[in-house]
């Protein structure tokens, strides 16, 4: 599906042009939107828009890395949104040259529908022009990756203080997908950041009117996400290593326990087998009071040997 927006001298807004329309000189600037793109509509792309085939393939092949490429009348872009609900990434792409933007993704986009829609709805077109969309897309790019790193916080929250009680292999399993969620964002966080600052200490996009302390702003809280996704990270790190010892931890006092409880029954063992051994001659075997005495020595060592763990602090 393509959607097509002008301005005219006037500044008028103009929808559904024709594309071969849309770049003529009538026309102060263009946002041509391709979403889902067939086979026809994208070659649009390379007739009558005259796009490089490299950057027509990044289109095509998703999930390229953030990047921006020169090319002689536009600058090409590759983004990447995040879906707030799976938390995959969605790719956008932007072709912008001064008097035109092109958009295009294969999944819906909210930021993109929403300037859409502001630019349509607009009384003053005078303050939109294509590097303006660009920021604006961006901007709400940007701050839709913030409920996603806050909502992993409360998650790592909930995990480290285990309120509801549930088994450390459940917290452990929990612990390791939301190291994969802060990776997944780590993944797409660092290169847009990369890309902001290519944008602000560009030379060759002198022709963007919007003014570069904007894009300044994104850097920052591109900074900021990043930060809080490494803290996030060594938080996330923290808990595992805390689970890791606290098992253990555990996992030693129940052999320390058992231990103990091997050692106590060693000699009773020995002796139990000196006296099981039904050889002929054993004189303690026709002792009256063999039997009873036998009992007595092991409770003795048992009780020796259990005050003798208590002073070494076993039982502790």
Not at 7 to 21: F, Q
Not at 94 to 121: D, G
Not at 166 to 187: C, G, K, V
Request: charged share 25%.
């Amino acid at each position: 599906m393509i959607k097509t927006l002008a301005v005219n001298d006037n500044y008028e807004i103009i929808k559904d042009i024709d594309v071969a329309e849309a770049l003529g000189e009538k026309y102060l600037w263009t946002w041509i939107d391709f979403y889902q793109p067939d086979e026809n509509e994208i070659e649009l792309l390379r007739n009558p828009l005259h796009f490089h085939p490299l950057a027509i393939e990044d289109c095509i092949h998703t999930l390229q890395r953030p990047k921006l490429d020169y090319y002689e009348d536009y600058t090409f872009f590759v983004t990447q949104a995040l879906n707030q609900e799976t938390l995959q990434k969605e790719e956008i792409n932007f072709f912008l040259a001064e008097k035109f933007i092109v958009t295009f993704h294969q999944q819906p986009s909210q930021e993109i529908q929403e300037v859409w829609n502001r630019v349509s709805l607009t009384t003053n077109s005078t303050k939109w022009h294509p590097s303006q969309v660009l920021y604006h897309v961006l901007d709400k790019m940007v701050d839709n990756y913030f409920p996603l790193v806050y909502k992993i916080e409360d998650k790592l929250n909930e995990i480290d203080e285990n309120s509801k009680g549930r088994q450390m292999e459940l917290l452990l399993e929990d612990l390791f997908d939301t190291r994969h969620d802060l990776l997944s964002l780590r993944h797409t966080i660092t290169p847009m950041r990369d890309l902001v600052y290519r944008i602000i200490n560009s030379q060759r996009l002198s022709f963007m009117q919007v003014k570069i302390e904007y894009f300044s702003d994104i850097h920052d809280h591109l900074l900021k996400l990043t930060e809080m996704v490494e803290a996030n990270r060594e938080l996330a790190t923290d808990i595992r290593d805390s689970y890791i010892t606290l098992n253990s931890h555990q996992t030693n006092h129940v052999m320390k326990v058992l231990t103990v409880i091997t050692t106590l029954f060693m000699p009773l063992t020995f002796i139990a087998g000196i006296y099981g051994m039904n050889f002929h001659y054993m004189p303690e075997l026709t002792w009256k009071y063999g039997y009873f005495v036998t009992l007595f020595l092991m409770l003795l060592v048992v009780l020796g040997m259990s005050l003798w763990f208590k002073k070494k602090g076993w039982f502790k």
